[in-house]
């Protein structure tokens, strides 16, 4: 079993910052990917960024593209999403998820990020 435990949302204004966290514990040693995903009132979970835990390759969604940045701190099993310029439609709650070898899927309890305009 693997435990995901997101951090860092809150309320910010428009063309403002965020740095979400998500720290994993348990079998980290299978997990081979990870990624962020976004869930605004009313629609559906969308992928917003994903990244190798090896060699740190990165995917973004076309929407975050150039704004946001996924890193990971191998030492520490923890995966970051920088957010800059902030828009008031990147309001939605942010969802960790972590991918293992064995092809389980693990989701954390999700945190609030609200953009002001």
């Known amino acids: 079993q693997v435990q995901l435990v997101e951090s860092g949302g809150g309320l910010v204004q428009a063309g403002g910052s965020l740095r979400l966290s998500c720290a994993a514990s348990?079998?980290?040693?299978?997990?081979?990917?990870m990624c962020w995903f976004r869930q605004a009132p009313g629609k559906e979970r969308e992928f917003v960024a994903h990244?190798?835990?090896?060699?740190?390759?990165?995917i973004y969604a076309d929407s975050v593209k150039g704004r946001f940045t996924i890193s990971r701190d191998n030492a520490k099993n923890t995966v970051y999403l920088q957010m800059n310029s902030l828009k008031p439609e990147d309001t939605a709650v942010y969802y960790c998820?972590?991918?293992?070898?064995?092809?389980?899927?693990?989701w954390g309890q999700g945190t609030q990020v609200t953009v002001s305009s």
């Open positions: 348990g079998r980290t040693f299978s997990l081979y990917a």
């Open positions: 990244i190798r835990w090896s060699g740190g390759s990165t």
């Open positions: 998820a972590a991918f293992s070898s064995s092809d389980n899927t693990y």
